[in-house]
């Protein structure tokens, strides 16, 4: 569920008819929500909108932002939330660095985006939001879509494939640094942060939390749509901050969740106290920033837990101050760093200052799984390459020396008949729907390979030492110490010689399925060259052993390793013209009937040369790769 379309359909089977927004008196539930979003997924393909375009939002709160920004994410296109408060230049700036193709804006908001709009370079269409059948949009001399179009789209989750690691939105940041940034955001990205965020603050199904933030921001987004519809809670929607209405409409929306942001916090205490400031069923209020004088003041006055946290656009819950808090927690902060986190203070060459002086937060994820992988993958290769370099010595010791090659190349045979198996469950894996991969299809191969691991344990045990290292066995002096102090040069000529074989074997093996993920292609194809060059090698290699004792070791090793090296050449040619590697629809995913798609030059459907990218390691803002869709954020868990 790493993806919003997957989460939307995952939680509308779950709790179809629960809350999940409300909005001015009016209630939808979570089946609607997903069914609303996938109708808006689904007309935007109908209108010529595509996985990988960029579609700017400018929207005030309501409804119709979230199925909007959710339809573009089952569809796999970008969505690029503007504030509704810029203008002029400002408009144009986001509009250009986003390289939006495609405008959604509301009648109300027309005038102002329409001139930006005609200065840009790359807008191929727009949608009106609202009854509305002309307006300055109509100006700009592309196709204007009407809104209530963007509702009669088919009602069904879009048959296009969406990673996790694809990138959601461009998110421009507040510019108190600099100008805004659009920081590039995966889906794993919000849908982490809502999990975090629902973990750190205590947040329940039960809970009803409200927002009045503009939701092209990600507290209102993240923090609040999101992590209500991770928790299945429900979001109770304002259309703006109004100190006199505010607890009124806690009241009329049951709200137990409240978001304050800025000066909000500040302009509710300054109100004049009241028999019913404590008149409400809110429990727990998130305040950014924080003081101790705010925190204080605002629970003993309303009633309710103060929590807090810090983040920023391109990153995650980095410290939160939790509703469980310690006594003596220094509740003027932002909170303690969080579990998902690693925090430095350092200077601008990125080296630690001291305690007590000022310097950049550098940032980056606790990713434990990623750890744990890179440990395992250590000690497999320690061992497996120790026991591959054992039995080929044993072969070589009891071998008769006419067939030596032969005999030593029988362990190659078991390590390509170990690929082919691995190569098939993996198909098998990545064959399954990407939400069953991620929540339990993973697991197959480790569980197998625990079977694998019994038996050999259970072999070796069994395999008694060679003559010859038995006899060797009785010298004092350590083999390792003796093979360093007596034959270095025939180490390092070793060393040499398997190099190129680990070498292509990395690159078959594991760059090249990773490679191909990055351009498009299916995960199968890589998958099905190993499992075939595999099979092939069973062969192949007692065949090269047998070679070698014709024609001697040298001669066929040399041959074989050029041949290896300009195999390479056309193996990357092959991955990248593989079948159903580019990111758009298939023939099964065609859009519905509708409007004209709009013709455009093709372009590169990039992140963005100009947005700055999210990165996985610290909070420095990078430039944006080329990439068609993908983004280097982690695929979070």
């Not at 656009?313 to 220094?330: C, H, I, K």
């Not at 007590?356 to 606790?366: H, K």
């Amino acid at each position: 569920m790493r993806t919003i379309a997957a989460l939307l359909a995952d939680r509308a089977a779950r709790h179809p008819d629960r809350t999940f927004l409300r909005w001015e008196g009016t209630e939808t539930g979570y089946a609607e929500a997903a069914e609303q979003s996938f109708r808006h997924g689904n007309a935007f393909l109908a209108a010529g909108v595509r996985p990988g375009d960029h579609v700017a939002l400018f929207l005030d709160n309501s409804p119709e932002f979230l199925w909007c920004l959710w339809g573009l994410g089952a569809i796999g296109a970008v969505a690029v939330p503007l504030n509704t408060a810029a203008r002029g230049d400002l408009l144009h700036y986001y509009l250009e660095r986003s390289d939006a193709r495609w405008l959604v804006t509301e009648q109300a908001l027309e005038e102002r985006i329409a001139g930006p709009a005609a200065r840009a370079s790359d807008i191929a269409g727009a949608f009106r939001i609202g009854d509305g059948t002309e307006g300055p949009l109509d100006r700009l001399g592309v196709p204007v879509v009407r809104g209530d179009f963007l509702r009669s789209g088919a009602a069904h989750r879009p048959e296009i494939a969406v990673a996790e690691t694809d990138v959601h939105g461009i998110f421009f940041t507040s510019g108190t640094t600099g100008p805004s940034k659009g920081a590039l955001s995966p889906h794993s990205q919000p849908i982490a942060i809502a999990e975090q965020t629902v973990a750190s603050f205590g947040y329940r199904a039960d809970d009803v939390l409200y927002t009045c933030l503009p939701l092209f921001h990600v507290n209102a987004l993240w923090y609040t749509s999101y992590a209500a519809l991770w928790a299945g809670a429900s979001v109770a929607l304002g259309r703006r901050f109004s100190a006199s209405r505010f607890w009124a409409e806690m009241r009329e929306n049951a709200a137990t969740v409240i978001s304050s942001l800025g000066s909000m916090s500040d302009i509710l205490l300054k109100a004049p106290e009241s028999r019913t400031d404590r008149d409400h069923s809110v429990r727990t209020a998130f305040l950014v920033p924080t003081g101790r004088e705010v925190v204080e003041r605002f629970e003993d006055r309303f009633g309710v837990r103060v929590v807090s946290g810090f983040g920023a656009t391109e990153t995650f819950l980095v410290s939160a101050l939790g509703p469980d808090r310690d006594p003596g927690a220094p509740v003027g902060s932002a909170g303690r760093i969080t579990e998902y986190a690693q925090v430095r203070i350092a200077d601008e060459h990125g080296r630690p200052v001291p305690t007590g002086c000022a310097g950049e937060i550098l940032v980056r994820p606790v990713d434990v799984g990623t750890t744990l992988l890179v440990a395992l993958r250590l000690c497999q290769g320690l061992a497996a390459g120790a026991e591959l370099a054992g039995s080929v010595v044993m072969l070589a010791e009891v071998a008769p020396p006419a067939r030596r090659g032969f005999w030593t190349s029988i362990p190659a045979i078991g390590i390509y008949c170990g690929v082919v198996l691995a190569s098939l469950v993996g198909t098998f894996a990545y064959s399954l729907p990407q939400d069953d991969l991620l929540s339990w299809g993973w697991r197959i191969p480790f569980l197998l390979s625990i079977v694998l691991v019994v038996v050999g344990l259970w072999v070796r045990m069994r395999i008694g030492e060679s003559p010859a290292f038995t006899a060797d066995s009785r010298r004092s002096a350590p083999p390792t110490a003796e093979l360093l102090r007596t034959n270095p040069r025939r180490l390092v000529l070793a060393i040499m010689l398997v190099a190129p074989v680990a070498a292509a074997s990395a690159i078959v093996l594991v760059y090249s399925p990773s490679y191909s993920a990055a351009i498009g292609t299916p995960r199968a194809v890589p998958l099905l060259g190993s499992l075939l060059g595999a099979a092939l090698a069973i062969f192949t290699a007692p065949l090269a052993g047998h070679l070698s004792d014709r024609f001697g070791r040298r001669p066929v090793y040399i041959a074989l390793c050029l041949a290896t090296a300009a195999w390479a050449f056309p193996l990357f040619a092959l991955l990248s013209t593989a079948p159903g590697r580019c990111s758009s629809p298939t023939s099964s995913s065609r859009p519905p009937p509708g409007p004209s798609p709009v013709r455009r030059p093709p372009t590169s459907p990039s992140c963005s040369r100009r947005a700055t990218a999210s990165p996985a390691s610290r909070c420095r803002r990078r430039s944006a790769p080329r990439s068609p869709r993908r983004c280097p954020w982690p695929a979070w868990r």
